[in-house]
Every structure is written in structure tokens, then in C-alpha cells.
């Protein structure tokens, strides 16, 4: 099992930056992925950006060159810089770490925090 613990998320001005960190603990294997979902009411989850342990990155269109994710692999943490964020951007965001085994892929989830970008 692996838990996942999130902080940052909150209330911000348009254009304006927040920061989201995860922190990992439990049975983690050295192969695994760490990422951020988000999710609106009424419609699916999507990815916003995802970095392997080899430090690979993935985003969403909609996010590139506004938002940055990072990790450290010794403690086991993802962050993701937004920044330029706009209205569109406000949703629950979920931490997401992917275990990559013989046996498949597992995915975990953390809680969710809420970001909402408001004036």
C-alpha cells in the first residue's frame, strides 16, 4: 500500500501562482510514476502532468508553459508549479502515484485539494 498526503491548493487572483505538493509513503517501488489529476463536476478526471522516477515529464496541453511539475526521488515527493493560472484551471486536484510491477500497474490517490481561481 502506498498513502499519499497532499498541501498547497487554495483561492487565487487570476494570473496568479499556488503551489501543490504530495508526499508518498509506504511500499514504494523504485519503478512508479507521480503525477496530478483534476476533476470538475460532472465531467472525467484528467491528467495535468505526470513525471516518471527517471524524471519524464508529460502535461496537458492546456497547462504547458504555465505549469511545472518536479519531483524528489529520495523523499519521495511530486510538486506542481502552476503559474498564469487562469478560471478554467479551477478544480479538484488529485495526487496520483503510479507502481509499476510484474504484476501490472497500480494507481493511488490522494484526497483531493481544491483550487479555484477567482477574482
Known amino acids: 500500500q502506498v498513502q499519499l498526503v497532499e498541501s498547497g491548493g487554495g483561492l487565487v487572483q487570476p494570473g496568479g501562482s499556488l503551489r501543490l505538493s504530495c508526499a508518498a509513503s509506504g511500499s514504494i517501488v523504485s519503478l512508479n510514476a507521480m503525477g496530478w489529476y483534476r476533476q470538475v463536476p460532472g465531467k472525467q478526471r484528467e491528467l495535468v502532468a505526470s513525471?516518471?522516477?527517471?524524471?519524464?515529464?508529460n502535461y496537458a496541453d492546456s497547462v504547458k508553459g504555465r505549469f511545472t511539475i518536479s519531483r524528489d526521488n529520495a523523499k519521495n515527493t511530486v510538486s506542481l508549479q502552476m503559474n498564469s493560472l487562469k478560471p478554467e484551471d479551477t478544480a479538484v486536484y488529485y495526487c496520483n502515484f503510479k507502481q509499476f510491477t510484474a504484476g501490472g500497474i497500480r494507481d493511488y490517490w490522494g484526497q483531493g485539494t481544491q483550487v479555484t481561481v477567482s477574482s
Open positions: 513525471i516518471l522516477s527517471g524524471r519524464n515529464t
